[in-house]
């Protein structure tokens, strides 16, 4: 008897969890809604990423040697390290996964790390939270993804970009479809 019921309980607790999924935000404004497995990024230029570097940064639309940390960015990578400049093709992509995480920031100075918490204050350190669009292409297998973060800020505070507002990051050098919502 007790293993009927708890089979019936376990069925519940999927049936349960399974309707809940429906009430996730849909909302590209929201920074709570991942950009959907299935999305389109076209790249509409070639991008060029530095020597002894996997990454290229993109700010407000522009590609920038390091992004400022008081607003969101996007990075796209590669997975090889060259010595030589590598040029990221433009191309279409498929988002093939999307994770969120969290990245911290990281001070050579004390009086930086000081300036960053508050002078004293015990508010945890300054991080970022990300989403990773895991991208695939056939014609550049060497791409591995594109990585969008809000401004650096005190976990209590900080969220993540919201799926228009990786699109202002990318500007024209990018654009981001994603697959209609019922």
Not at 52 to 78: I, M, N, W
Not at 113 to 120: C, I, K, M, P, V
């Amino acid at each position: 008897m007790s293993r009927r019921r708890n089979r019936c309980v376990c069925f519940l607790l999927l049936l349960s969890v399974s309707a809940c999924a429906d009430l996730a935000p849909k909302d590209e404004d929201s920074p709570y809604y991942p950009v959907p497995v299935g999305s389109r990024l076209i790249l509409h230029q070639d991008l060029t990423i530095p020597p002894d570097s996997a990454r290229v940064y993109l700010q407000y639309g522009k590609v920038v040697k390091a992004p400022h940390t008081s607003a969101p960015f996007c990075r796209f990578e590669v997975n090889d390290v060259l010595s030589s400049a590598q040029t990221l093709k433009a191309d279409e992509f498929l988002v093939r996964k999307t994770q969120m995480d969290r990245l911290n920031i990281s001070s050579r100075t004390p009086l930086t790390a000081a300036a960053l918490h508050g002078f004293g204050r015990d508010e945890g350190d300054a991080v970022t939270l990300v989403w990773y669009l895991w991208l695939a292409s056939p014609r550049q297998p060497n791409v591995r993804r594109l990585i969008c973060g809000g401004s650096f800020d005190y976990p209590r505070r900080a969220r993540r970009p919201s799926i228009n507002e990786i699109r202002m990051q990318l500007g024209d050098i990018a654009t981001l479809i994603t697959p209609a919502v019922n």
